[in-house]
């Protein structure tokens, strides 16, 4: 099949968004994410190598990607009860409640990190009353993944709802005529419809927390080996003047984010395929 | 399966939609509900199903009181306007829906379902879309794939909501035959909500006329179309032809017309109605001797397909009329606008004003698609 790269629409203007499109990213993305690898590469590959597999980034690899990652499923399930509880059901104060998603999107990071570490300390409201029962959040890796879960929370929730809003009660109803009880209804009915939006919540949010720095450095206390997340590495390295030992971690960075959103990218349309919401092309 | 229903009360708000219904549906038969939108049909039709739970009322499948039952329990099979196919699955698996969900005990295996749908997707004459999604089907493909699927739980009663209202006229042709025919090869208990009379008169064993939250007439098509109970009935039903007039001593007289209506014998100069559907009247050169015509010219002339329609102006009053009549039979006197002719009722039906069956025309002159 030939493959044609243009196609005739009604719409005039393709060639010069397309450039513009281009451009621009490159301006803006790939031009500083180049500069990256070019300040990385003035390192030998044993230093390169060296670099990023000292213990103490391992170390932050797995909290970064693992904190994100634990951070994104929370939000995932409690992102679609929030959605799911805004659009089914009336109640007083909803507009207030649904501001309030936005909101970290909004605070400035900083303040949200001092914030959680204020309440989250062993002297704070709620560090306090968790000290009896064993739980240290704040200045543990757990407190780097309240941090990132406060951060990510509206990207589940915004993207959840609009799909949710559209879903016809009919189909619901039909579900019920034809036997299905409210658990199946859900499972067999309700979550699939929504399942594709979930997962680019997911994913969101997920990217969201991976890059996420000023409000975790305030929690999580930055112990190396223990709650030091990568962004934080990067940093200390520039601060000794350090920078193509930052440029490695942070390609290193780039690239497993890079492959992570690819490879949920991938699986989205693979779900979207096989759930019928896109002909197969 | 028989449904009864006895006082039937149903308000949204200040809203009354059902407003005491009474109604006997007998076991296997295909029983349309016909109203202008509004009426209250769609809600009676969610309350049988139990969709809808009715203020106060009964609801009795063979003598028993459903009226508490979960749309769950009730083994019925809906079919709704716009569909409401499950998107994310296969044709196959919408119509597997109902039997997979059942609980294990009474759940078929899976080679049992495979050959139940194939059965149902062959009934609907559309096995070849078994593995498509329904976005890749046309309208009325899906209104057949909603109706397999409604029917795959072996339903005691079967709910149609406008099934074909979303469809083009065409479709909706095809689909209401076939719609028949399915009903006598299955016999099952099946109700149909339409606003279109035609669609009511073509395919129903009995209909049921509503308006305003109330059944006015129930009857089998030709009962309901040629014996109309109510003004409403006889205005929703088909094109008509309202004169005012009065009536004396069983005489009705529309400007120099005169006609016996022996059921009106008592009346004494009372106003009335006298409605002629445009099928039912004559249409003549010259005048009858003893008051039998009126006099009319002809101000437009269209042709209808099979049919030719006449709009006359009445010539005492200044009213118009409509006329049909067959194409042959307009061949045969070809009438031209500006005609003088004198048009001559073979039926007509007339209601008195006072008559506690008729409400204010004002009321219904607006909302009745078949005027």
């Known amino acids: 099949m030939m493959f044609r790269f243009r196609q005739p629409s009604v719409l005039p203007g393709f060639g010069l968004t397309l450039g513009f499109t281009l451009g621009y990213l490159g301006l803006i993305v790939l031009i500083p994410l180049a500069m990256a690898f070019t300040q990385a590469f003035h390192l030998s590959w044993d230093q390169f190598w060296h670099t990023v597999t000292a213990p103490r980034v391992l170390a932050s690899y797995r909290l970064t990607f693992g904190a994100a990652f634990l951070a994104a499923v929370i939000n995932t399930g409690f992102g679609f009860i929030i959605a799911w509880v805004l659009v089914r059901y009336p109640f007083p104060g909803k507009r207030l409640v649904d501001a309030l998603v936005d909101l970290p999107f909004a605070l400035p990071t900083a303040v949200a990190g001092i914030t959680l570490a204020a309440i989250y300390s062993s002297n704070g409201w709620i560090g306090h009353a968790l000290k009896p029962l064993g739980i240290k959040i704040a200045f543990t890796p757990l407190g780097v993944i309240v941090a990132l879960v406060f951060i990510s929370l509206p990207f589940v929730v915004r993207t959840v709802q609009p799909v949710l809003e559209d879903l016809e009660a009919e189909v619901e109803e039909a579900a019920a005529s034809l036997g299905a009880d409210r658990w199946q209804i859900f499972w067999r009915v309700i979550f699939p419809a929504v399942r594709p939006a979930l997962l680019t919540g997911f994913t969101l949010a997920f990217a969201r927390a991976i890059g996420e720095y000023g409000s975790v450095i305030f929690i999580a206390g930055n112990l190396p080996m223990i709650s030091e997340i990568t962004p934080l590495l990067i940093v200390s390295k520039l601060e000794q003047y350090d920078y193509s030992g930052a440029a490695a971690v942070s390609v290193v960075m780039l690239v497993i984010s890079f492959m992570l959103l690819l490879v949920i990218n991938l699986l989205q349309r693979w779900s979207r395929i096989r759930n019928g919401w896109e002909a197969v092309t | ?371």
């Open chain 2, 1 to 371: 399966m028989s449904i009864e229903i006895q006082g039937l009360h149903k308000r949204f708000g200040h809203f009354v939609a059902l407003d005491g219904i009474d109604l006997t549906i007998p076991a296997g038969q295909l029983v349309a509900l016909l109203g202008p939108s509004g009426c209250g049909k769609t809600t009676l039709l969610r309350i049988i199903a139990g969709l809808e739970m009715a203020d106060c009322g009964q609801i009795l499948f063979n003598g028993e009181d459903a009226s508490r039952r979960q749309v769950q329990d009730r083994q019925v099979g809906f079919v709704f306007q716009h569909y409401a196919l499950f998107q994310h699955m296969s044709v196959f698996e919408n119509v597997a829906f109902g039997l997979r969900v059942r609980p294990r005990a009474r759940r078929p295996s899976d080679a049992q379902i495979r050959d139940k749908v194939h059965a149902l997707l062959e009934l609907v004459q559309l096995s070849w879309v078994a593995n498509r999604y329904p976005s890749q089907l046309s309208g009325g493909q899906r209104q057949r794939i909603a109706l397999a699927r409604a029917l795959a739980v072996e339903p005691q009663v079967l709910l149609l909501d406008e099934p074909f209202g979303a469809l083009d006229t065409k479709v909706r042709k095809e689909l209401r035959r076939w719609l028949r025919r399915l009903h006598d090869d299955l016999h099952i208990t099946s109700v149909f909500v339409t606003h279109d009379q035609e669609e009511a008169l073509e395919v129903a064993d009995q209909i049921v006329v509503m308006n305003r939250g109330h059944i006015e007439q129930v009857g089998s098509p030709q009962e309901v179309y040629d014996a109309p109970a109510t003004p409403f009935v006889y205005q929703f039903l088909g094109n008509i032809n309202l004169f005012h007039s009065r009536v004396h001593a069983g005489w009705v007289k529309v400007g120099g017309l005169r006609v016996q209506v022996p059921e009106h014998d008592a009346a004494e100069h009372a106003p009335a109605m006298a409605y002629v559907r445009p099928h039912d009247i004559d249409v003549l050169r010259e005048p009858e001797d003893g008051d039998t015509t009126l006099a009319a010219t002809i101000s437009r002339v269209s042709s209808l397909g099979s049919l030719v329609r006449l709009e006359l102006i009445q010539a005492p009053s200044g009213e118009i009329a409509e006329v049909e009549m067959t194409r042959e039979r307009y061949a045969a006197d070809p009438l031209q606008v500006g005609d003088l002719v004198f048009v001559k009722p073979r039926q007509l039906r007339v209601f008195l004003y006072n008559d506690p069956k008729v409400e204010s025309p004002m009321h219904w002159s607006g909302d009745g698609d078949g005027i």
